[in-house]
T-cell receptor, first 114, second 113 residues
Framework: EAQVTQNPRYLITVTGKKLTVTCSQN?????MSWYRQDPGLGLRQIYY???????DKGDVPEGYKVSRKEKRNFPLILESPSPNQTSLYFC?????????????FGPGTRLTVL | DQQVKQNSPSLSVQEGRISILNCDYT??????FLWYKKYPAEGPTFLIS?????DKNEDGRFTVFLNKSAKHLSLHIVPSQPGDSAVYFC????????????FGTGTRLQVTL
């Protein structure tokens, strides 16, 4: 089954404790991205990657890191999480040919930073 | 500054009637627009899109209308079904693709029996 998977789905952590949210897609997509969803703000893009070893900042990259060492994986790293990073996070992917259509989203990771 | 706005946070429609969801944008460089549907505990799923060279795109029960002069788009669902109850996001892009999307805040649609 074609899908984008994220782990963990739920995470409660404390300020300053490094964490990684994994994202994996099995569709051989070149393009991957991360979004956060906050009440009243919709979804905002954090980082995106056009292909392996190619990443770029989205609209709200502060406090986040990403890496793209393999085509299928695009982890989101919070080196020192803070309470304002409490949010719902979505990973998405697309092939270049489908970027004229859409991105395919994972199920989301709900992160709480205390 | 919210470049894509969905001014109605919620909408309730009776089953079988038309649902109209609205979206306004401020950036005249946007040239590609999409609608996504989101159920609780799931990621958004693509519904329909429209390029700025068109003013209408139809897919089954879903039609998107684009009024470039008014910087306004709308999604029509006819007839509405209970399974359409979800949050709907409009999104816009300035490069003709879905790579860098700016999303609206969403409208929660409730279709009642």
């Amino acid at each position: 089954e074609a899908q984008v998977t994220q782990n963990p789905r739920y995470l409660i952590t404390v300020t300053g404790k490094k964490l990684t949210v994994t994202c994996s897609q099995n569709m051989n997509h070149e393009y991957m991205s991360w979004y956060r969803q906050d009440p009243g703000l919709g979804l905002r893009q954090i980082y995106y990657s056009m292909n392996v070893e190619v990443t770029d900042k989205g609209d709200v990259p502060e406090g986040y890191k990403v890496s793209r060492k393999e085509k299928r994986n695009f982890p989101l790293i919070l080196e020192s999480p803070s309470p304002n990073q409490t949010s719902l996070y979505f990973c998405a992917s697309s092939s270049w040919s489908h970027l004229t259509d859409t991105q395919y989203f994972g199920p989301g990771t709900r992160l709480t930073v205390l | 500054d919210q470049q894509v706005k969905q001014n109605s946070p919620s909408l309730s429609v009776q089953e079988g009637r038309i649902s109209i969801l609205n979206c306004d944008y401020t950036n005249s460089m946007f040239d590609y627009f999409l609608w996504y549907k989101k159920y609780p505990a799931e990621g958004p799923t693509f519904l329909i899109s429209i390029s700025s060279i068109k003013d209408k795109n139809e897919d089954g029960r879903f039609t998107v209308f684009l009024n470039k002069s008014a910087k306004h788009l709308s999604l029509h669902i006819v007839p509405s079904q209970p399974g359409d109850s979800a949050v709907y996001f409009c999104a816009a892009s300035g490069d003709g693709t879905a790579s860098k999307l700016t999303f609206g805040t969403g409208t929660r649609l409730q279709v009642t029996l």
